[in-house]
C-alpha cells in the first residue's frame, strides 16, 4: 500500500479486526504502536469512526439514520424514532 509520509493508514486486516469486535482497537494498538490519536485518524482516512453511544469502531456509513440524516451513532444506539 502508498502511503505519504506522516499519515498513518490501517491495512485491510488492521481495519477488520477493528471493526470485529471490541478488543480490535488494542489489538490494533499494540500490533502498531500508535496512539488512540493516530488510530482515529488512520480509521478515519478508511472511513471507519467511533460510535459515541457505545464507543464501538464502525463504518462510517452506519453513523447515518435510514433517512440518510447523519447523526453519528449506530444502529444500535439510535434512538427508536419518536422514542427517548
Known amino acids: 500500500m502508498k502511503t505519504t509520509p506522516g499519515i498513518h493508514r490501517l491495512t485491510a486486516d488492521q481495519q477488520d479486526l477493528l471493526l470485529s469486535y471490541q478488543d480490535g482497537e488494542f489489538?490494533?494498538?499494540?500490533e502498531t504502536g500508535w496512539s488512540l490519536d493516530?488510530?482515529?485518524?488512520?480509521?478515519?482516512?478508511?472511513?471507519?469512526?467511533?460510535?459515541?453511544?457505545?464507543?464501538?469502531?464502525?463504518?462510517s456509513s452506519d453513523l447515518v439514520d435510514d433517512d440518510g440524516t447523519i447523526d453519528g451513532f449506530c444502529c444500535n444506539c439510535r434512538p427508536a424514532e419518536g422514542g427517548e
Request: net charge neutral.
Open 27 to 30: 489489538g490494533v494498538r499494540r
Open 38 to 59: 493516530q488510530l482515529t485518524e488512520a480509521a478515519l482516512y478508511d472511513n471507519i469512526e467511533r460510535c459515541p453511544g457505545c464507543r464501538i469502531w464502525c463504518e
